[in-house]
């Protein structure tokens, strides 16, 4: 089920909208830019849990750095 979300806009932007709407799907447009900017925020999220993750990590086993290359080399 789907919600409305109701987007106040200044006057003059709404008349801009407007000339350009037989081009442009407001509606698609801002509901895709709100997709994007969650999808940014979680990726904010997640490198910040990742980050504090190694803070607490006391140290990485010695070849771990070689290993992961060597790995992602022969992956390939």
Same mark, same amino acid.
């Given at each position: 089920?789907?919600? /409305? ?5 200044? %006057? &003059? ?6 000339? +350009? ?9 801002? =509901?895709? *830019?709100?997709?994007? =900017? /969650? ?7 997640? +490198? ?5 993750? +190694? ?6 086993? &010695?070849? *771990? ?6 790995? %992602?080399?022969?992956?390939?």
């Amino acid at each position: 089920m789907a919600k /409305i979300v109701a987007v106040k806009v200044p %006057d &003059k932007l709404k008349e801009e909208m407007n000339k +350009l709407k037989d081009r442009v799907k407001w509606p698609d447009e801002l =509901r895709h *830019f709100i997709e994007q =900017r /969650i999808k940014e925020e979680e990726a904010k999220d997640n +490198l910040r849990d990742v980050i504090e993750l +190694l803070k607490s990590t006391k140290e990485v086993p &010695k070849g *771990f750095a070689s290993s992961s290359v060597r790995e %992602d080399r022969d992956s390939r």
